[in-house]
């Protein structure tokens, strides 16, 4: 199985990339890391998805849900 990381597109100071491999049965799954300022802060792990497309909206929404409730402009 051959896998393929590319980069998340996240909020100005966070960096993160996914990695997407395709599955015996034919869906995909992976893992997503984000960082804040070069500080690795969340792994989020992408169940098996339909389709590539698929894996990369689930993996963008989590990412996005993520940075909201636990960047730095959190409101408390």
Known sequence: MDSTRLPLSV???WTGWIELLRTPSGTYAGICELS?????????????QLSWDAAVER??????????????????
Do not use: K, S
Request: hydrophobic share 40%.
């Open 36 to 48: 804040l300022r070069g500080i690795p802060r969340c792994a989020l792990v992408i169940t098996q």
């Open 59 to 76: 993996a963008t929404l989590r990412a996005d849900h993520f940075v909201r409730q636990w960047g730095p402009a959190r409101p408390h």
């Open 11 to 13: 909020p100005e100071g």
